[in-house]
């Protein structure tokens, strides 16, 4: 799954001469002397995973949901969940939006993507703190991660005021990082060459002004150590709000109250941000040779975004200034193959052959939230989603999926972006925090994925995973039988049981599994 990324990045480095395996075992076996979170604040439901050993954790045995289409006749048995360490080349998986420093009280409702509004009235939460975050993210064999607001190195983050900078909470994140660090530079949303003090009198500036060169210049040097990826905005497709008459995408979640003070009369097109993209990213490559830039992430695969937003960006800035392009889903799983088949499509017509990042995916647990997705949602969907949605994805091609969130937002009825978090807003697990650490640990780092049936909602859907270990693994679930193909003898549910633990079963070449909405994994 590499390959492509090779001659791109080469070996990742989150700092100065420390590569990424090497913090991730000093981070572990920290872990271990200190006897795991304890007194870190985590409330968590279910068992808490202890570290036995650097990069292994420990998980008892119990009845997983899912089960029940298990053939065969064979004993539960225990087991544990091998974390794979972050491997030495590009990522694979990780996690969006991050909540660091994240305050009791703090507001975590709207549109939670861009907005660092609302109340704090409380201390930080223990949970939230980078030293704290860093330790679940080795035992989640989280390998990289993107968007991590109050730690961010957003525009109106470190710079809020002219040459007013504020980098304490940016060091404490970046350079303590164990995991690999996408930062999304300017905004994430509506981002432009003008600074966040612009008022609505002031002249829209379409091109680097020397506010933005200043900013670029200021954080590129001081960060260029600890990043290798820099992200040149966010959802850029949005600012069609802005053209003249123009109207917010549906179901984006952005409107008009959501633009900046300091507006374009005549709307900011997709080829005027293709040229600011590109004479960013020249810049960034004169402060720091070893830079990988990504393209800002597409907001979907909808049409407008893949016929003209994705074309205009590549006319008006070319195709050399960017090295990774980026794209959001959160829609069904089950419609997944047809768009990103779409995006297959528009990239061969462009001419761009260049590795694809996944950098947004994810689905709520609530019942009541019906935006995006609505299988009727639950826990256990959201469990299974870890499987359906980042399969596929490295199945289309994809080498990197970061699951949308880490820790979540509150259900509650105004909150359009409720329980979407392996961890919920009090920092307990969620039922898909056990599935994340199920499939990192039995199917990362993949060499390849290879559908053998994927016929949607109501048919088969059959994965081959070939680790890069040599290890080959199989994942079905959908309407049906499907035979226990030659070489498995093991079969679990990929939704852990009430302990948070899974069950792995004995299973025969030629066994009938009846398959259901939750996928099974064999090995």
Same mark, same amino acid.
């Given at each position: 799954m590499d390959g492509h990324l090779a001659h791109v990045v080469g070996s990742v480095h989150v700092g100065p001469r420390v590569t990424v395996p090497t913090r991730c075992m000093l981070l572990l076996l920290v872990l271990v002397l200190l006897g795991g979170c304890a007194g870190t604040g985590f409330s968590t439901t279910g068992t808490t995973p202890s570290v036995s050993s650097p990069g292994t954790v420990g998980v008892s045995t119990g009845t997983a949901a899912g089960d029940a289409g298990l053939g065969g006749s064979g004993a539960a048995v225990t087991t544990s969940l091998t974390v794979s360490q972050p491997p030495e080349s590009s990522p694979q998986i990780g996690v969006n939006f991050i909540r660091f420093f994240w305050a009791q009280g703090r507001e975590m409702g709207g549109r939670e993507m861009g907005q660092r509004r609302g109340r704090a009235d409380g201390a930080v939460q223990d949970f939230t703190l980078p030293e704290v975050v860093f330790a679940d993210f080795a035992k989640l064999g989280i390998q990289a991660y993107r968007q991590f607001v109050m730690g961010d190195l957003l525009w109106d983050v470190v710079e809020p005021s002219d040459d007013e900078w504020q980098f304490e909470r940016a060091d404490a994140v970046l350079m303590n990082s164990s995991s690999e660090p996408i930062v999304t530079l300017f905004s994430l949303q509506y981002a432009s060459p003008n600074p966040p003090w612009a008022t609505a009198d002031d002249v829209f500036q379409k091109t680097l002004g020397p506010e933005a060169r200043d900013?670029?210049?200021?954080?590129?040097?001081?960060?260029?150590?600890?990043?290798?990826?820099?992200?040149?905005?966010?959802?850029?497709?949005?600012?069609?709000?802005?053209?003249?008459?123009?109207?917010?995408?549906?179901?984006?979640? *952005?409107? @008009?109250?959501? $633009?900046?003070?300091? #507006?374009p009369t005549d709307g900011f097109t997709p080829q005027e941000q293709g040229a600011f993209? *590109?004479? @960013?990213?020249? $810049?960034?490559?004169? #402060?720091?040779?070893?830079?990988?830039?990504?393209m800002p992430g597409i907001s979907g695969l909808d049409t407008y975004q893949l016929s003209t937003w994705l074309p205009a960006v590549v006319q008006g800035g070319g195709k050399e200034w960017f090295d990774i392009v980026s794209y959001h889903y959160y829609l069904s799983w089950f419609r997944f193959p047809g768009a990103r088949l779409g995006l297959t499509e528009t990239l061969k017509d462009l001419g761009v052959d260049k590795p694809v990042w996944l950098t947004e995916t994810g689905s709520s647990s609530s019942f009541t939230l019906s935006q995006r997705t609505n299988y009727p949602n639950s826990a256990e969907s959201q469990a299974a989603d870890i499987f359906r949605r980042v399969l596929p994805a490295y199945a289309a091609g994809d080498d990197l999926v970061l699951w949308h969130t880490y820790i979540g937002s509150p259900d509650t009825p105004d909150n359009s972006w409720r329980c979407y978090g392996l961890r919920d807003e009090s920092g307990r697990d969620s039922v898909a925090y056990a599935s994340f650490q199920l499939l990192t640990s039995e199917l990362l780092p993949v060499e390849r994925v290879e559908v053998v049936t994927a016929e949607g909602l109501y048919g088969l859907n059959v994965y081959r995973v070939t680790t890069r270990a040599g290890a080959v693994r199989y994942v079905a679930w959908g309407m049906g039988t499907w035979r226990v193909p030659e070489g498995v003898t093991e079969a679990a549910g990929v939704v852990a049981g009430a302990k948070g633990s899974f069950t792995w079963r004995g299973v025969s070449a030629g066994d009938t599994l009846t398959l259901s909405d939750t996928p099974i994994l064999l090995r």
């Open positions: 900013y670029l210049t200021t954080v590129v040097k001081r960060y260029a150590p600890y990043v290798r990826y820099w992200e040149l905005g966010n959802e850029m497709d949005h600012w069609r709000a802005a053209d003249p008459g123009g109207i917010a995408p549906p179901g984006s979640g *952005a409107g @008009a109250q959501s $633009l900046p003070a300091c #507006l993209l *590109a004479e @960013a990213a020249a $810049l960034i490559r004169e #402060l720091d040779p070893d830079a990988v830039i990504v």
